[in-house]
């Protein structure tokens, strides 16, 4: 291939003779041939390392903090243990980040710590050192120099005892206290200083105690400090300081006591004693004992009773009981002498008859055994207990008392264990939260609807139930005041501006564990079995034998809403047919007609939302607002149960789970034919504000 190259570096100039065109030789390269390039030389790689150590170090000042560590004290060492860093006087540059930095300074503990440099642009973190404890000694000085032993105590905590020598405290202010046996503690503020300092501590205790001296006549008497004996008069003692009893005892004579109040550091010489000869010791009992003891006229206690009397005369000693005759003697004592004497009493009596049923029963007389109760037998003229026993009866038990020269008889006639147990069955109790209880024997009964009744719903089957059991139902439904005892922060809420929190209104808002769980704190108030298991604070199940409170069954609650003791089963609380007569109850009126789409139109109750419990008429279980005011969760979940048999349901508790529970009665929002029959039947698992609950429980057994 050829080339063709024009000059231009003398262009063409017309006239002129054009220059020839001269073709040049080309040759394409040998692919085998070596090609010459580019060589990398040291001096490439110093250029580039500059370049680059510049690069960094431009990246690094610019992305770097100014960073102060301003250390207490001053003269610390820094050593920030890992990451890059550069010090510039007093500050270091650093990148953001955490970093490990050890602090040291003689006197001082050694520090790590980490520095957390942030994101400002200049930045101080002040650390400070914490100062190595000062070495303490303690020394106590008593009465005759220094003390081995003293408790030494600091701020309360006891640290070693005296001598105490070089001992570790971190620096500060503390209350030293020393306390040493038979000295007075000691308590002063110190000041430890730290950097391993010296700290000597030396405390002039003060004695606790007194010093009396003891003499009498004759002497040799035991001298005793609160029952301890000390030696003999004459006698120096050290006393420690306060109240106490000395006594100076010497045979033959009578014991000197005296109380003492002994000051520290102060010296007392008490008068000579002079002691009296002892009287004579008497023993007195009788038979039987127990009876009053006078000597010469003086109360002196029951037998058995131990008497000191004067020597050298005369006592008349006369005993006195309930039932027996007066008795006296006289003695004589002397000096330092023990007399034992045993007076018998001899017993005034009276015939007394005992009639009693059963005729088995039998007769026990102030706890002794008697044999069969109906005898004729003599009894003291004294207040004895007479009890009357027999398996199967409620003893009977009395304080009787004879009366001689008179006739008597006591008849008794005993009660069996199933009279007295239905004699104390109460009609109604009070429960810890103030509700009352009433007594209910239901019976047999006819629960649900017939399909032909006006408004009847399909889960109202007609079951035929036998309650057996009887149980206490409150009469009106739990209301806040009751239940805010147990959850004192309860709100039952508001219903259109108006509260549903007064205390006389029922609570509402609460689910059917609220309800569950408020009977069975009710029943630990009262020490009563819990009848609902508990387990994570749900429910998981129930004793069907427990006692405690609980919520009613649907049958129990249907049976004292819907019977009336005549053999009727009612529709409604006022009779058979609607609309309901004025005062009937608190259900959805013309106060609701604003912000409700059905109500009972010309019907007016006076209350908006909740009533206070108990303001309308009772049905005839004596029972409040079975229908209206608020609807009642029941214990029983809710299911359809369909009746295919002619077999009577015996207390019937509903099935053994579900989603929900069973909700009876109707409310304040209620006014349709449906929700006003009693054999109204509702379900649910939440909270509502026309939703609350009465309690129950079976009656003991």
Not at 10 to 39: L, N, T, Y
Not at 134 to 140: D, N, R, T
Not at 292 to 302: D, L, S, Y
Not at 639 to 661: C, F, I, K, M, R
Request: with cysteine; aromatic share 8%; proline share 7%.
């Amino acid at each position: 291939m050829q080339e063709y190259h024009q000059s231009s570096a003398h262009p063409q100039v017309a006239g002129d003779a054009a220059d020839p065109i001269v073709p040049i030789d080309f040759s394409p390269p040998d692919p085998h041939q070596k090609r010459v390039g580019f060589r990398l030389r040291w001096p490439h790689i110093l250029v580039a390392g500059f370049l680059l150590l510049a690069g960094v170090s431009g990246w690094f000042i610019l992305s770097a903090r100014s960073v102060y560590l301003e250390v207490t004290p001053l003269t610390a060492s820094v050593e920030i243990q890992s990451g890059f860093s550069l010090q510039i006087g007093q500050r270091y540059l650093m990148l953001p980040g955490d970093y490990p930095v050890l602090l040291r300074n003689e006197g001082y503990h050694d520090e790590p710590v980490t520095l957390s440099v942030g994101a400002q642009q200049a930045q101080n973190h002040p650390f400070a050192l914490r100062e190595l404890p000062g070495i303490v000694s303690v020394e106590a000085l008593g009465v005759s120099g220094a003390l081995s032993g003293a408790v030494v105590q600091l701020d309360g905590a006891e640290i070693g005892r005296t001598p105490l020598r070089d001992m570790a405290i971190e620096p500060g202010e503390y209350t030293l206290t020393i306390a040493a046996d038979r000295y007075l503690p000691n308590s002063q503020s110190i000041k430890v200083e730290g950097r391993s300092a010296l700290n000597p501590f030396s405390t002039q205790l003060q004695q606790a105690w007194g010093e009396f001296s003891f003499s009498t006549t004759p002497a040799g008497a035991e001298v005793l400090i609160d029952g301890q004996v000390l030696g003999t008069t004459p006698y120096r003692a050290e006393i420690l300081q306060g109240d106490h009893e000395v006594t100076l005892k010497l045979v033959g004579h009578k014991a000197w006591q005296e109380s003492l109040e002994v000051v520290a550091g102060q010296t007392t010489e008490l008068p000579i004693v002079a002691l009296e000869r002892a009287d004579g010791l008497v023993f007195i009992r009788s038979q039987p004992s127990g009876a009053n003891v006078t000597i010469n006229g003086q109360f002196r206690g029951q037998t058995p009773v131990e008497v000191a009397l004067p020597p050298g005369r005369s006592h008349e000693i006369s005993l006195f009981k309930s039932g027996f005759d007066e008795t006296t003697r006289t003695i004589e004592t002397r000096p330092d002498e023990e007399q034992d004497i045993n007076i018998p009493l001899i017993p005034i009596t009276s015939v007394v008859t005992i009639v009693a049923e059963p005729a088995d029963a039998q007769l026990f007389v102030d706890g002794a055994p008697k044999g069969a109760a109906n005898q004729r037998l003599e009894l003291l003229a004294a207040s004895q207990v007479i009890e009357i026993r027999q398996e199967g009866y409620v003893p009977y038990t009395t304080s009787f008392t004879s009366r001689p020269g008179l006739e008597q008889e006591l008849r008794v006639t005993l009660k069996s264990l199933e009279e007295a147990r239905l004699e104390a069955i109460r009609p109604v109790i009070t429960t810890a939260a103030g509700q009352s209880l009433t007594l209910l024997y239901p019976g047999q009964f006819t629960m649900g609807a017939s399909r032909r009744e006006a408004g009847r719903r399909a889960n109202e089957d007609l079951r035929e139930v036998r309650l057996e059991r009887p149980f206490y139902l409150s009469p009106q439904e739990v209301t806040n005041a009751q239940y805010k005892r147990f959850k004192a922060d309860h709100s039952s809420g508001v219903l259109e501006g108006r509260t549903l929190d007064l205390d006389n209104q029922p609570v509402v808002q609460v689910s059917w564990l609220d309800a569950a769980l408020f009977c069975n704190w009710l029943s630990g108030q009262e020490g009563l079995p819990l009848f609902y298991q508990v387990q994570d604070g749900q429910v998981t199940g129930f004793d069907p034998e427990s006692t405690g409170y609980r919520l009613p069954t649907e049958a129990e609650w249907e049976w004292a809403a819907r019977t009336d003791g005549n053999g009727n089963t009612l529709r409604y609380p006022w009779g058979e047919q609607l609309p309901p007569p004025a005062g009937a109850g608190n259900f959805a009126d013309v106060s609701v007609s604003s912000f409700m789409g059905q109500f009972l139109v010309g019907y007016d109750d006076t209350f908006l939302g909740t009533a206070p419990t108990g303001q309308f008429p009772v049905n005839s279980r004596g029972m409040y607002d079975m229908a209206g005011n608020v609807s009642e969760w029941v214990h029983d979940y809710y299911g359809t149960l369909l009746s295919l048999s002619t077999n009577v349901e015996v207390d019937p508790a509903g099935p053994q789970s579900g989603a929900y529970h069973t909700i009876k009665g109707s409310s304040w929002a209620h006014s349709s034919i449906t929700e006003l029959r009693l054999s109204y039947r509702d379900f649910s698992d939440t909270a509502r504000n026309d939703l609350g609950f009465r309690i129950a429980r079976y009656l003991e057994e």
